[in-house]
């Protein structure tokens, strides 16, 4: 058994959408489904996902979520910038596979994209987390173009959402979560047997385990 | 006890595109009508020949420019909105990015094109897209560059990059638009656009 290591191409990759981040207004945009910043020094295009193996139910999912939008709020007040309005609510999650990621090296419509993977890469104790690394070829000059396309090729593979209220913003009167759009590859569906899904939660709880007692660095 | 209305102003508008010429003859901003109230509603009790010909015996008639104008207006205050925005902020832009974004708002004000809908990446840049059915365009905008994209739900269909010196000349960029819109070939008017930040701000 494997904790850490590659990322196959089938394994799922979730984009948990936070209000207002994701949002133009009250709406949902689908065009900020992912924040991509850019590294000058390794030409390369940087951004955060989940991996399915270390949230392996929609449950595991959400409580990533609201961690995220509960942290942000956090940071937020611990820099004195906190505002109602701006507060950060998790709204539920995409998902898309492996594949679709790596496939964005072979794209014809994105030549200037050298390499794209996606990395185990624990960040902020959250054992879930993966970073998303797209590197562009030399002389790519036209960064926020590039973005653009790579936002809208992986929109284009991404099922969902997973609509969910955090216990905190049960409250809400109008919880944005109600304007997530379903994406293009259609509403997300498991379809992991019930033993495969046993085996995802108990090898999760194992890894997870290792990694609490320090026997296991990812 | 509620307080019914006892007169109902009903606004028809007849927009022309700019191929189009107006009536010669004079019209009336709106037109009056007394109706009698029931119980069960407002209208139950008019004939439709009257509905009609109240709607469209007298209508204003406004240039579609008109409304492109009003529609452009709020684009550009939400653009200065976003260079006023905190550093952090994830809708704050740059000014370079802003003054871009201006320009291209007025070439695409000045050909009559539907407002945009607006997002960025950050502060480098702006986006513009269009839904044409299920189709989507994005103009992204940065200080030096502009390129356009074309995408169905599923795939980019395609793209095009336009760089610092076409920017000077915004008519190529306007042209993936156009075409994209499917609105008919008009006359550009390059050139006419002195200072866009007043057009769009």
Redesign the interface.
């Known amino acids: 058994m494997r904790c850490g290591g590659y990322i196959p191409d089938g394994d799922s990759l979730f984009r948990q959408s936070v209000f207002?981040?994701a949002f133009?207004g009250p709406r949902y945009?689908h065009?900020?489904l992912l924040?991509?910043?850019y590294d000058e020094g390794s030409r390369s295009l940087l951004g955060s996902l989940t991996w399915g193996r270390y949230v392996p139910t929609t449950e595991f999912i959400h409580r990533y979520g609201c961690r995220l939008a509960f942290h942000m709020n956090e940071k937020s007040r611990a820099a004195g910038?906190f505002k109602e309005k701006d507060r950060r609510v998790y709204c539920g999650a995409y998902e898309l596979k492996g594949k679709a990621i790596r496939a964005l090296a072979t794209?014809d419509?994105?030549d200037e994209v050298l390499s794209a993977d996606v990395v185990h890469h624990v960040e902020e104790g959250e054992i879930a987390h993966t970073d998303l690394r797209i590197v562009l070829k030399p002389g790519s000059?036209?960064?926020?173009?590039t973005?653009?396309?790579i936002?809208?090729?992986l929109w284009?593979g991404c099922s969902g959402p997973l609509r969910h209220k955090c216990d905190c913003d049960r409250g809400m009167a109008e919880h944005p979560s109600s304007s997530l759009t379903t994406a293009?590859a259609g509403d997300y569906s498991d379809t992991r047997s019930y033993w495969l899904r046993l085996w995802c939660i108990v090898r999760f709880q194992i890894c997870n385990w290792l990694w609490q007692k320090n026997f296991w660095h990812p | 006890m509620l307080n019914y209305p006892v007169s109902i102003y009903r606004q028809a508008m007849v927009i022309l595109d700019s191929s189009s010429k107006p009536s010669e003859a004079s019209v009336a901003p709106y037109e009056t009508v007394h109706v009698q109230l029931s119980a069960t509603g407002f209208m139950g009790e008019m004939p439709t020949e009257t509905l009609i010909l109240a709607t469209f015996s007298s209508v204003p008639v406004i240039w579609e420019s008109e409304l492109r104008q009003q529609e452009y207006q709020e684009l550009g205050a939400a653009l200065g909105e976003m260079t006023k925005l905190e550093e952090g902020d994830e809708w704050k832009i740059d000014p370079p990015v802003y003054n871009a974004a201006c320009y291209v708002a007025a070439g695409l004000m000045v050909h009559s094109f539907p407002a945009p809908r607006i997002f960025n990446h950050g502060t480098k840049s702006v986006v513009f897209n269009w839904s044409y059915g299920a189709d989507n365009m994005y103009l992204t905008i940065s200080a030096d560059h502009i390129s356009a994209l074309i995408s169905s739900p599923e795939r980019i269909k395609r793209r095009v990059e336009y760089s610092l010196n076409e920017l000077t000349d915004p008519s190529t960029a306007l042209q993936s638009v156009r075409t994209f819109l499917k609105k008919p070939v008009q006359r550009l008017a390059s050139g006419a656009v002195t200072d866009p930040t007043e057009f769009v701000g």
Do not use: M, Y
Not at chain 1, 141 to 145: D, R, T, Y
């Open positions: 207002p981040l133009k945009a065009q900020k924040k991509l910043d910038k794209s419509e994105l000059a036209n960064i926020e173009g973005k653009t396309a936002v809208v090729a284009g293009p």
